[in-house]
């Protein structure tokens, strides 16, 4: 099992969710970003979101979202941490003194609550739809933080609502925003959640190369959590042998992260399921 803290044997290997909204310049993921926000994406990448949360700064109202945004995808990828989570939102709403700070905070308490009611922790469905209309009103347009905003509505429309149609557009225009932002990470949930609505049209080829893009993208970052994810999610898409090389390379991943995201369990037990698609 990954101990956090301690990554040397992680180096190696391949390297899921998007904190748009950052206390110091760069997410992490490239050379020129800050060196904050880079040991803060190793941490966060290797699924160690509370040591990644204790490296920022608390009193600001950019620091404050980014650390609820982190623990808040902790609970996505582990069910566990709700309360530290709840703890960090109400701190970040407390700090946010403009519309777009306040936004930022709103897509996260939405987030949160789709991930409760996901999980079956408890149904949050109507806060996550008021909290994401909030942040609808007050994240501007055509800004990184909007484009987090219609990924995550299309979250909700795809797995609660069960309307694939409005999932499908919600999901592009999230595409659309992160390839003008070169927002490589959201670009790799986006190709990945296109994926899986194409694949169950039936599309193979569509749904291949959207997986496949998704784990190029994942594997380049260095984004381990969510390499195995994309592995299984391909292999859905791919036959044999193929397929069960894919399923075994995710489930090597899985044990490495120590059974993290939680949800792949299912998925990766013989025989096969159908992708989860709720991160």
Known sequence: MLRCGHHSKLDGALGEGNVAYTAMSGTGTTSGDDPLQTAVWRLRSRACWADAAALIPPDTAAGAVQRAALLVERCLYTEQGWQDAEDALRSAEALAHDDEERGAAACERGQLAYAATLHGVRDRVDEA??????????????????????????????????????????????????????????????????????????????????????????????????????????????????ASRLREEARRLFRLLGGVPTWLARQLTPPATPSPTGV
């Open 129 to 242: 739809r008021a909290a994401l209309g909030r942040a609808a009103a007050l994240i501007p347009p055509d800004t990184a933080g909007r484009a987090l905003l219609d990924f995550r509505r299309g979250l909700l429309a795809e797995n609660i609502s069960r309307s694939p149609q409005a999932a499908r557009a919600a999901y592009r225009r999230a595409h659309t925003a992160a390839a003008a932002h070169s927002d490589s990470l959201l670009l790799s949930f986006t190709w990945r959640h296109l994926a899986g609505l194409a694949l169950r049209d039936g599309e193979m080829a569509e749904a291949r190369h959207g997986f496949a893009e998704s784990l190029r993208i994942r594997e380049e970052l260095g984004y381990l959590v969510g390499t195995a994810p994309a592995l299984a999610s391909l292999a859905d898409a791919e036959t044999d042998p193929e």
